[in-house]
Every structure is written in structure tokens, then in C-alpha cells.
């Protein structure tokens, strides 16, 4: 109850300062700093989305002290930076963090069947395409200008008390600090009250907490630069390629961005493959982005599935870190802004103006609970679509073909854009269904067959 302590010291701060002190100068009178500081500190580590949309609902709650670490606040996370329409509304993005609003998708398959995806969208609806240097540095700025503390550092351990769980006592956070224009850092460290850990795939939050595995996938993207009139074809058009030489168990693609396109792929199967397949999904776009300039080259793993334990204590994991990504569509960024809001709005409700701190109990109860009653069945379906669509040529050839139905892009579109599985027209469904099976028969009959690969440590050793 520290909101208590507070009152209860700054009054006996005033009666001892009234008392004591009449006839001096105010401004010299000492008054105990400690006493004035008597705020619960939340710290939420790592500036991406997740991170910086759980700092600005914690900023704007006046009776909690808020830190915002990021080590580096020019990072560029390699990322396709696709983000859904309904994101763009809900975060009150402006236009200028979106580059490119893509209305049309090329899907092409093993055999290099072209569905193009994009008729049944509305004029105004689109998926954005963004940078995340731009995107990120957006919502880290908002969460400064409500009353953030950012801290330029790397977050390098955390110690933690062993009774956390049932005690109050506070968490030390270890950091390296960096000052304005130095690479070194320093080392310090800051006591806080609770944390958030929004510190992405390789989380130190997740590993200090015990937090436990999840299977990633390594996913690779080459910023391409590419002459003025190819970047024409792709103004308003992203590219999603199949097959098991750009991947044998996910996708490559072609996504636009402000004046050069992002190129990639991702496996979780064959991990030590992956230059291989970037150069085949290079290859399969072949002339449309050929005499392009590699400007940038950038890796880093996607969480699969959520880890086995998301809040220890009062540390909460949200993002990257707790393992919100999609199967199937590698989908991260919307989950990571969204995770991180509605972690931070539960555990500030629940400390009630700053005046207590949550249990582990209590952020279990209200965060996670919510968030899977809300995306739990989102991440069922796209578990199982990836299952039966991606595990080989055959299968990957029905995908391709049932996309041509107008009723599947409508609604796999209204799905990712608006994030809501949805309610749909029971007659087409039984429609669709004798459809996947029509084309899954076919397709498995006259796709080539995959490539054999041999790499049973990471195909096999999956948690
Ligand atoms: C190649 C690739 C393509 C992708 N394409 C898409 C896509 O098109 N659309 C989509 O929705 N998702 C995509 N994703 C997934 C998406 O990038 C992630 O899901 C998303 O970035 C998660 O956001 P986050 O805030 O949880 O973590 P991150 O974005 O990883 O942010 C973590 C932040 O924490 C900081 N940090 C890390 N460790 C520390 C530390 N110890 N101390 C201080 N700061 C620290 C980092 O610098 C970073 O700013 C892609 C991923 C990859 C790898």
C-alpha cells in the first residue's frame, strides 16, 4: 500500500517542515525526496510495438512511475512489417507511418499457378506495409510524450527475489546505459516494483523468469532496392510464394515498402537451410525484381507457439517474448501492439490509481485470460491451416487453387484484416469443405514431389 505510506509520510513531512522551519525560505527547506517518491515502478523492457503500447497506458496512469527501455532506439527489427487495416484504427496511426497500402496479393504456387487475391476488398480497405524503424520510433515517441522514461539501454539480468511470488520486495534490473553518441556502455542497475517484458524472440525477461522454450523459425529478408519502373508492379501489390524451395513448411515473400521491397522467407524445419531458400525465392520472383540492389540484409527468429509460463510473480510477458505470432501467416506485429495494451490496461486497473500491486494470480486471472478467450481461437485455426497447407507440394497446390474462390478470399481477408475468426455462411462452408477436399486430391495427385532434406535435430527435437 504504498499510495498509504506516501500520504502518511508527506503529512509528517509537513508537520515537521511547518514546525521546524517557519520564517525560512521554502525553497531551502529540506524536504526528504525519498518521501515524494514513494510511486510504484513498472518497467517495461524492450521498445518495440508490444513494449511501447504497454508503456503509454502505464505513462498515462499518473500514480505509477513508468521506464521504458529499448537498447536501441534506432533499431530497424527485421520484420515484413505487413501490419492489418484494423491496427492502423485502433493505434491511431497516422498516415506517414504506412508506406504502402497494399489491395492487391499474388499468390503463386509450386507449379507457378498465379491467384491474384485482392478483388474482394472494399476501396478503402488495404493492408498496410510498413518499416519498423518508422513504425516502432512512432509508438515509442507517443509513449515518451505521455510521461515515459526511456532509458537508451541493453537490459543484461535481472535479480530476483526468491520469495517474489508472495512478498513485495523489488526486482533489480541489471543494464548496460548507453550516453547520447557512445557505443560503450556503463553498467547500473534500478530497483522496480513490476515488470513487462516486451524484449522480443530472444527475451532476457523470459530467461531471468523462467519462462521456459517455445520452437522458433528463422526468417530472412533482404531489403532490395529495385529499379524505378519494376517498384511500379509492386506499388500496390505484395507476393506470397509456396513451395518446398522457398520453404518447406512456410512461406516466401515480395512485400512493398516506402522505395524498396522487403524479400523473404522462414523455416522452423530446416533452420540451417535458409540461405538456400532465400536465394530460391530471389530466383522464383526472378525478373520482376531483377538489377535490384541488396540494401540491407537482416535475420531473426518467430516464435511458434506461447511459452510455458507468460507471468511469474509481477513480471508479465507480452509480444515476441510471450510467443504471440501466427502460424501460417508469421503474423506478430498486431499481437505484440495489442499484448502489450491490454497487459498494461488489466494490470493498471488492477493497481487501482498506483495504491497496490497485482499478484500473480490476479494478472493471470485478468491479462492472459482475456487475451486467450480473445486470440485463442485465432492461433487454433492458423495452427491447423499450416498443417494441412504447408507440409508439402500437393497440399500447397490446393491451397493455391482453393484461393480462388471469392468466398475464401473473403473471408481470409475479413479475418486478418479486422482480426476476428469469423461467423460465417454455413451452406458456403460445406461448399468449401468439398472443395479443400476436391483440390487436396488433385493437388497431391499431380504436384512434384518435395525435396528430400535431412536434419532430424531441429525437425524432430519440436517442444
Ligand atoms: C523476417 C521477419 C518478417 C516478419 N514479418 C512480419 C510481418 O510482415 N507482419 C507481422 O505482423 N509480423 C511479422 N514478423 C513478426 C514481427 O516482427 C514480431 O512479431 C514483432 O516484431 C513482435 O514485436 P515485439 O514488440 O514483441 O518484439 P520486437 O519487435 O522484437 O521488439 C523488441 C524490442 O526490445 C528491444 N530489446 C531486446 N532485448 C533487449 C534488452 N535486453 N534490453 C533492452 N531492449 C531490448 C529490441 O531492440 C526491440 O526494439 C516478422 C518477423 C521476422 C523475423
Not at 524492450?46 to 496512469?61: H, L, S, T, Y
Not at 536465394?279 to 511458434?304: L, Q, S, T, W, Y
Request: glycine share 8%.
Amino acid at each position: 500500500m504504498k499510495f498509504t505510506l506516501a500520504l502518511t509520510t508527506l503529512t509528517s513531512v509537513s508537520a515537521f517542515t511547518a514546525s521546524s522551519f517557519v520564517g525560512q525560505n521554502l525553497a531551502s527547506v529540506p524536504v526528504s525526496k525519498s518521501a515524494l517518491d514513494m510511486k510504484y515502478k513498472v518497467a517495461v523492457v524492450g521498445g518495440g510495438p508490444a513494449g511501447a503500447c504497454a508503456a503509454e497506458i502505464f505513462a498515462q496512469e499518473k500514480g505509477i512511475d513508468t521506464v521504458l527501455f529499448e537498447r536501441k532506439l534506432d533499431n530497424a527489427k527485421p520484420c515484413g512489417g505487413a501490419i492489418p487495416l484494423c491496427m492502423v484504427g485502433e493505434f491511431d496511426l497516422p498516415e506517414s507511418v504506412v508506406d504502402r497500402k497494399v489491395r492487391r496479393m499474388n499468390l503463386i504456387s509450386p507449379k507457378g499457378v498465379e491467384v491474384d487475391i485482392g478483388e474482394t476488398l472494399k476501396p478503402d480497405e488495404y493492408i498496410g506495409m510498413t518499416r519498423r524503424e518508422i513504425l516502432d520510433g512512432y509508438l515509442r515517441d507517443r509513449a515518451i510524450d505521455y510521461g515515459a522514461e526511456i532509458v537508451n539501454g541493453l537490459v543484461t539480468s535481472i535479480d530476483i527475489p526468491a520469495d517474489h511470488k508472495v512478498s513485495e520486495n523489488q526486482y533489480t534490473i541489471n543494464y548496460q546505459a548507453y550516453e547520447e553518441g557512445s557505443s560503450a556502455g556503463t553498467p547500473k542497475n534500478m530497483k522496480v516494483d513490476l515488470i513487462v517484458g516486451a524484449d522480443g524472440a530472444n527475451s532476457r525477461v523470459a530467461k531471468a523468469m523462467d519462462a521456459g522454450q517455445y520452437n522458433f523459425a528463422i526468417a530472412f529478408q533482404e531489403r532490395i532496392k529495385i529499379p524505378d519502373d519494376k517498384m511500379k508492379f509492386y506499388e500496390e501489390m505484395a507476393e506470397m510464394y509456396v513451395g518446398d524451395d522457398v520453404s518447406p513448411d512456410f512461406y516466401g515473400w515480395v512485400f512493398p515498402k516506402y522505395d524498396h521491397v522487403g524479400v523473404g522467407t522462414g523455416t522452423v524445419v530446416n533452420r540451417p537451410a535458409i540461405k538456400q531458400y532465400q536465394k530460391a525465392i530471389r530466383d522464383r520472383a526472378g525478373d520482376k525484381i531483377a538489377g535490384g540492389k541488396i540494401i540491407k540484409v537482416e535475420a531473426h527468429p518467430i516464435p511458434e507457439h506461447y511459452r510455458p509460463r507468460r507471468v511469474q510473480g509481477r513480471i508479465a510477458l507480452v509480444g515476441d517474448a510471450a510467443g504471440y505470432v501466427t502460424k501460417c501467416s508469421g503474423e506478430g506485429i498486431y499481437f505484440a501492439a495489442k499484448s502489450g495494451r491490454m497487459a498494461a490496461e488489466e494490470i493498471v486497473k488492477l493497481m487501482k490509481n498506483g495504491s497496490v500491486l497485482p499478484t500473480q494470480a490476479d494478472i493471470e486471472r485478468t491479462y492472459l485470460k482475456k487475451y486467450d478467450n480473445l486470440y485463442g481461437p485465432t492461433y487454433t485455426v492458423l495452427d491447423l491451416l499450416q498443417k494441412v497447407f504447408y507440409v508439402n507440394n500437393g497440399a500447397r497446390e490446393a491451397f493455391v487453387e482453393l484461393c480462388n474462390s471469392k468466398y475464401v478470399q473473403q473471408v481470409t481477408f475479413d479475418s486478418y484484416l479486422y482480426k476476428r475468426v469469423q461467423g460465417n455462411n454455413p451452406l458456403d462452408d460445406l461448399k468449401l469443405l468439398g472443395e479443400t477436399i476436391g483440390c487436396l486430391i488433385k493437388g497431391y495427385a499431380d504436384a512434384k514431389p518435395d525435396a528430400e532434406f535431412s536434419n532430424p535435430v531441429e525437425s524432430q527435437k519440436r517442444i
